[in-house]
């Protein structure tokens, strides 16, 4: 099943959207989940199909219903979101794959560190005025300089779940 979307721009709805993380801590006996109470971001559908666009993630709006853990988390142990208070996902290119997958390269950016982000996320519902689309994908956390890891107890990737939903921005 091949959905066609629309050109033009679309602006995320942030609430309707969420990008959730998930790492497996204390020697991967414990599962952190968190997630992130602030999103944005808009994207562009070219004539050809193919989109480019931004997610902008607020850091320090990070929740994972333990004020301590999210205080250190905001701390420069990780995110040090007093420097570094946005987490983005710039997507350079967006193409239609097999059935209603959607290939995404792009650039992750965390702590002011760069780098080249795949993944493949699936089409879960278009219409002429909006469109949703699901993510998972795994991050090593250390690529981006957060390195904290007392006692050896963080091992392995943190896991991002994303569903964002995109509408039509209202005409001005």
């Given at each position: 099943m091949t959905v066609a979307v629309e050109t033009g721009v679309w602006q995320l709805d942030a609430t309707a959207s969420t990008v959730a993380v998930r790492h497996r801590t204390i020697w991967g006996l414990v599962t952190v989940k968190g997630a992130f109470g602030a999103v944005g971001g808009q994207g562009e559908v070219r004539p050809d199909g193919s989109a480019t666009g931004t997610l902008t993630l607020d850091a320090a709006t990070l929740d994972t219903k333990n004020k301590k853990r999210d205080d250190h988390l905001r701390s420069a142990d990780f995110f040090d979101v007093a420097s570094h208070p946005e987490i983005t996902f710039a997507v350079r290119e967006a193409r239609a794959g097999a059935?209603?997958?959607?290939?995404?390269?792009?650039?992750?950016t965390v702590r002011g560190v760069s780098r080249p982000q795949t993944l493949t996320a699936r089409l879960a519902g278009?219409?002429?005025?909006?469109?949703?689309?699901?993510?998972?994908f795994a991050v090593d956390r250390a690529e981006f300089g957060l390195t904290w890891n007392q006692l050896g107890m963080i091992r392995g990737l943190t896991t991002v779940t994303a569903a964002l939903r995109f509408v039509r921005p209202p005409a001005a």
């Open positions: 059935g209603d997958t959607v290939e995404v390269s792009g650039q992750l278009a219409d002429a005025d909006a469109l949703t689309l699901e993510t998972e």
